[in-house]
């Protein structure tokens, strides 16, 4: 309930701002935000789900069918944090949300007919973690790093993208975490491919991994490298790069810094390793929350960080990157997705050492 009433209140806050009397939030991300990680969806490839939170300053409902209502009520314990389930037919799906906001002005996490869109907004707070979401998030970090840690350990030459992509799928699935993107890149793939989706390719010497986990709505991002036999020159100059680029960014993500200062140090900073133009050939990732990227940070975007917020960066230089999802408080930035025994860069950022990923040399 403390944790509902925290984000209520930062809700109606956003509700007055907009002048909206009532909020729709039908996105799979904003039903676990709001409930505290309860599961809307039945697709996962879906960004909406099955059931839908409405709320008012005198009610907070989940609006949903009959074929879905007795699972949420009895499961996701809605009804024990004071939500008002509402199962209606299915061939009469909507009516509840027509009734129940009649004469109002209604905002929404996604563009609708006479619905106000506030899904930027929305999509900011979800980035804003409470305490318990804190110590969930910390949980998920440790579990998709020790999912990437035992997948890329037992890859080996000889195999394909689709293997690596099922040791990586297994190895989290277990550890009751989904993996929403499973990326896999295996030698020049990942010199041509910033998103690499899986192929029969076989693997040689070379190999990327690329992880977003989902777990009670929350979604961790971590992406490492794995190398069989000697490291080439070019690689190891590129990785002692993006290594650099990565710390900087981790350092500079501060409360009250707005975010486009963030990207003129991320610009700055591809300079300084002597690739100034590697960042407009990817993004380089930003908030997130239950989302893997809740916004995706340009250089004209202006909000400032605030303390609690999830960061997934992700810069890389074509042939390597670098990505792990950090905690941004108020004494420093935590990263939780860090490996326990994995290759380290050390990189001094302002006297004080941050540890990058390297490449796992086998």
């Known amino acids: 309930m403390q944790e509902l009433n925290s984000k209520l209140a930062r809700l109606y806050g956003a509700m007055d701002a907009q002048g909206v009397t009532a909020v729709h939030l039908s996105q799979a991300s904003s039903f676990a935000w709001i409930t505290g990680g309860a599961s809307s969806y039945i697709n996962t490839a879906s960004s909406y789900g099955a059931a839908q939170a409405l709320i008012t300053r005198k009610r907070h409902s989940i609006l ?60 900011w707070l979800r980035s ?72 029969d390719k076989r693997l040689e010497r070379y190999a990327m991994l690329v992880l977003c986990g989902r777990k009670a709505g929350q979604v961790c991002s971590i992406t490492r490298l794995v190398h069989f036999g000697p490291l080439p020159d070019e690689l190891a100059h590129k990785l002692q790069a993006v290594a650099a680029i990565d710390a900087a960014i981790i350092a500079k993500t501060r409360p009250g810094r707005p975010l486009s200062y963030v ?62 999802t950090i905690l941004v408080g108020a004494q420093g930035n935590e990263i939780i997705t860090a490996i326990d025994g994995w290759p380290v860069i050390n990189v001094d950022v302002d006297g004080a050492l941050i540890a990058r990923p390297g490449i796992l040399i086998v």
Not at 154 to 168: D, F, I, K, T, Y
Not at 273 to 282: A, N, R
Not at 289 to 317: C, H, K, L, M
Request: glycine letters at 8%; proline letters at 7%; a negative charge.
């Open 128 to 199: 804003v973690q409470t305490e318990p979401e804190q110590a969930r998030f910390r949980t998920l970090g440790r579990l998709c790093a020790e999912a990437m840690d035992e997948a890329i350990r037992r890859v080996r030459p000889g195999m394909s993208e689709q293997e690596l992509a099922a040791l990586l799928a297994d190895a989290t699935q277990r550890r009751g975490v989904q993996a929403i993107v499973n990326l896999i890149a295996t030698d020049e793939r990942i010199f041509y491919y910033r998103h690499p989706l899986p192929t």
């Open 263 to 324: 990207f003129d140090d991320i610009r700055q900073a591809y300079a300084d390793t002597g690739f100034p133009d590697e960042w407009k050939l990817h993004h380089q990732g930003g908030p997130a929350g239950y989302e893997p990227r809740e916004v995706i940070v340009t250089p004209d975007f202006s909000r400032p960080v605030e303390a609690n917020q999830i960061y997934a960066w992700n810069p890389s230089i074509t042939g390597v990157k670098s990505e792990d």
């Open 64 to 123: 949903t069918t009959n074929i879905e209502a007795p699972r949420i009520a009895q499961e996701e314990g809605l009804e024990e944090q004071g939500w008002e389930v509402i199962g209606e037919p299915w061939y009469e799906e909507g009516a509840a949300l027509a009734r129940l906001t009649a004469g109002m002005s209604v905002g929404a996490d996604a563009p609708g007919p006479d619905q106000t869109d506030l899904g930027g907004e929305i999509a």
